[in-house]
């Protein structure tokens, strides 16, 4: 295929996911807590229920990434949202629908899901 | 779900990682990602090289930036399980400063790369560099887009002259004047050349860009096709560096495929071509008009200037020639504009400089830096500072034409004029960092060995002086030296800088100038005190074992080479100076330092 100028910002637009990957730019960031715990509780599922919804909705400035435990074994799965300039929420004892509702409302919509989320903020580090 | 990766691996695949086994680690990285069932979430990238060889192989994990180094095939199941599926990075992998005994995670704050300003390298690492769709998504192509649609040729070079570029591999000529004269001289057939032959000791710039980013050069080198009017590009590249080999001609097949080469380009009707042609294996290649002798198919021998190639160059038409890195820079400069690239380094050196790191400094690598910046930082801040503490003596830059550079210099800005004013050059960018324990003296005869040995025999200020050149320092470091010695040296070297053809004979006599410059009292300790103060000189030095420290070990003894030294168990030994080779060995291997060099 010969290219013509414009081509080349049609390629950066079908590149963006792994650029926003790669350069950390995001406007969201999804931590799935995958310690033992998690892993136990299904939060692979929850993983990859996060990463459909991300291709869904064509999230590309959306990172999904996974850590340890977050320390709350009791209630895994667990997963972190952080938006862009805003504290992290931390929802507990996910399902594949909750993640569904957290990832349209808090994730696109902009909008914390009261009712699921257990926690806002980090612990403090000392 | 393949666009939606959550998780990239850049595996460096640089000649040094590759050389490492890096290749191995991708496939074993495959293996466990798809065991795990992860092949779907986590993509593997090879990527050029990463700069940090010294550390080779490494791995960068993003998003979160992990920096994983010394990275072996036994490695990668902990690393698929622990990282990649459970989100927890492997301390063990991590860099760990010499200072310190916390390991740092993140590639941004290890110091080696914190110090570090990238353009020409700004993708290494980043993008695959045999996948032009990763380096079009970075921006790539989109200077060239620029020049081709919205400027003339005039404005092309008027950008360039206006950015402050100078000539990256070595004389520092302005590139913008070299492209003018090219354009504005009489011919119909123009041509244009990117020097990669890269021959310098410890310098392996050139070779790195073109593995890790080879569109950046093409795409340079359309823009001054454009700018110069020429329909082809010819790559002269070291034979010795396959790699670089394989991925520029893969480059130019999928930008041809593109139509970002070949004719009609980017449908503007400006047709351009590329052939790479395998260097011929001697230095004096890397000197332009031996190179387009070389690529004319005739003996690499340099030819007299003026004409100049911009004038008569290839096959008799004007042609211009400009080193990897430089044509790395344009299509930033094109990008992004004059304002933007002359806003960076010093007032007569603009941009950033690569320089390959070697010697005796701890992170040994491929760095890009700022023009202006300190050697005190590149050799303490990002290099790490020497090895087990030892004192830093000298730096040598631009290789065998370039000088050394004392300790006491340190604090000079690094740029053109600077350089020079010390009697040294920028050269292409070796950097090669000397402790306390290197003999001037030997250096010198060092790198005039490597220039006698690459002179190419035409003129005789070169091909005799650098000879004579030569005896007389070998003369010196086996204690054979004369009173008149030094001058000598001074008034041949002058006079060969004066009088040789090229650039190769021009700067040959550097390192032994600029070292009788600044360690003049080396010289003067092998001449009159037969004496090398750096104990390196064999036929200067003596070993002996300390009575006292001596405990009878026998360790010595059993490891001499010459079977020179005696003594009973529990007793002290000796080493019978008539047979000792000076080897050293008994002094590696003495574990309670009794063996003494004097």
């Given at each position: ?126 | ?48 090289c ?70 020409v ?32 040729p ?71 096709a ?31 495929e ?6 009609d ?17 001697a ?48 299509p ?126 035409k003129?005789?200020?070169?091909r ?11 003369n ?9 010695d ?20 021009n700067?040959a ?48 003894a ?24 000076k ?16």
């Amino acid at each position: 295929m010969k290219l013509k100028p414009e081509d080349l910002d049609k390629i950066t637009e079908r590149m963006r996911s792994s650029t926003a990957l790669r350069e950390g730019a995001c406007r969201a960031k999804i931590t799935v807590h995958m310690g033992t715990c998690g892993i136990a509780t299904g939060a692979r599922g929850i993983l990859k229920a996060f990463l459909a919804k991300k291709e869904e909705n064509r999230a590309d400035d959306v990172l999904v990434t996974t850590s340890g435990c977050a320390g709350l074994c009791s209630h895994e799965p667990m997963a972190t949202i952080q938006l862009e300039g805003e504290p992290p929420v931390k929802y507990a004892e996910l399902t594949e629908e909750k993640v569904g509702r957290i990832f349209d409302e808090h994730v696109m919509g902009r909008k914390m899901v009261k009712e699921l989320a257990l926690a806002i903020g980090n612990e403090r580090i000392i | 779900m393949a666009s939606q990766y959550r998780m990239n691996l850049m595996v460096c695949t640089g000649t040094g990682c590759v050389s490492n086994k890096s290749l191995n680690i991708i496939d074993a990285l495959n293996r466990e990602i798809e065991a795990n069932g992860l092949a779907e979430e986590v993509q593997v990238i090879p990527t050029g090289c990463n700069g940090f060889c010294a550390n080779g192989p490494i791995i960068v994990v993003h998003p979160e930036e992990i920096f994983y180094q010394l990275v072996s095939e036994e490695d990668i199941p902990l690393l698929v399980e622990e990282h990649l599926l459970k989100g927890r990075p492997v301390q063990k992998l991590m860099y760990t400063p010499p200072e310190t005994k916390n390991p740092v995670p993140t590639m941004s704050e290890i110091g080696f790369f914190k110090k570090q300003m990238l353009i020409v390298l700004s993708n290494r690492g980043i993008i695959d560099p045999e996948n032009i769709d990763e380096y079009i998504a970075r921006g790539g192509y989109k200077g060239a887009a620029k020049a081709l649609t919205e400027m003339t040729p005039e404005q092309i070079i008027e950008e360039i002259k206006a950015s402050g570029l100078r000539g990256r591999g070595g004389a520092g000529f302005p590139t913008g004047k070299k492209w003018e004269f090219c354009r504005n001289a009489k011919g119909d057939e123009k041509y244009i050349i990117c020097n990669c032959d890269e021959g310098d000791p410890g310098a392996f710039m050139d070779r790195s860009v073109m593995e890790s980013d080879p569109h950046e050069v093409l795409e340079g080198m359309v823009i001054g096709a454009r700018a110069i009017g020429a329909k082809h590009g010819f790559i002269y590249l070291r034979d010795e560096y396959p790699l670089a080999l394989e991925r520029v001609l893969k480059a130019i097949d999928q930008a041809t495929e593109y139509g970002l080469l070949g004719e009609d380009i980017l449908g503007t009707g400006f047709d351009f071509t590329i052939s790479v042609n395998r260097g011929a294996g001697a230095f004096v290649c890397g000197e332009e008009t031996s190179l387009i002798g070389s690529l004319e198919g005739m003996v690499p021998e340099p030819r007299t200037r003026p004409p100049y190639p911009a004038v008569s160059g290839y096959k008799g038409s004007p042609t211009n020639i400009n080193n990897v890195e430089t044509w790395g820079n344009v299509p930033h400069i094109i990008a992004r504009g004059a304002k933007w690239f002359s806003g960076i380094g010093t007032e007569t050196s603009k941009g950033t400089k690569v320089f390959s790191l070697v010697g005796k400094v701890n992170n040994t690598g491929l760095v890009e830096v700022p023009m202006g910046i300190k050697l005190r930082e590149i050799i303490y801040d990002i290099g790490g500072g020497i090895p087990d503490n030892k004192k830093l003596k000298a730096v040598q830059t631009g290789g065998p034409s370039g000088g050394c550079i004392p300790a006491s210099l340190l604090d000079i800005p690094v740029d053109y004029e600077s350089l020079k004013e010390i009697g040294s050059i920028m050269g292409s960018g070796g950097m090669i960092v000397m402790d306390e324990e290197t003999c001037m003296v030997e250096v010198a005869r060092y790198f005039l060995s490597f220039t006698l040995g690459e002179s190419c025999g035409k003129c005789s200020p070169c091909r005799e002086g650098t000879y004579h050149m030569h005896t007389i320092l070998e003369n010196i470091t086996k204690g054979k030296g004369r009173e008149e010695d030094i001058e000598l040296l001074e008034k041949m070297g002058t006079l060969i800088k004066q009088t040789a053809l090229c650039g190769l004979g021009n700067t040959a006599p550097n390192p032994v100038l600029t070292t009788i410059k600044h360690f003049r009292d080396e010289y003067e300790a092998h001449i009159r005190d037969k004496k090398c103060p750096a104990k390196v000189c064999k036929a200067l030095i003596t070993y002996t074992i300390s009575k006292e420290k001596c405990t009878g070990c026998t360790l010595c003894a059993k490891n001499c080479p010459s079977k020179v030294i005696t003594g009973e168990r529990k007793a002290v030994h000796v080493i019978d100076q008539s047979g000792c080779i000076k080897c050293g060995i008994c002094k590696s291997v003495c574990r309670f330092d009794a063996v003494e060099v004097e």
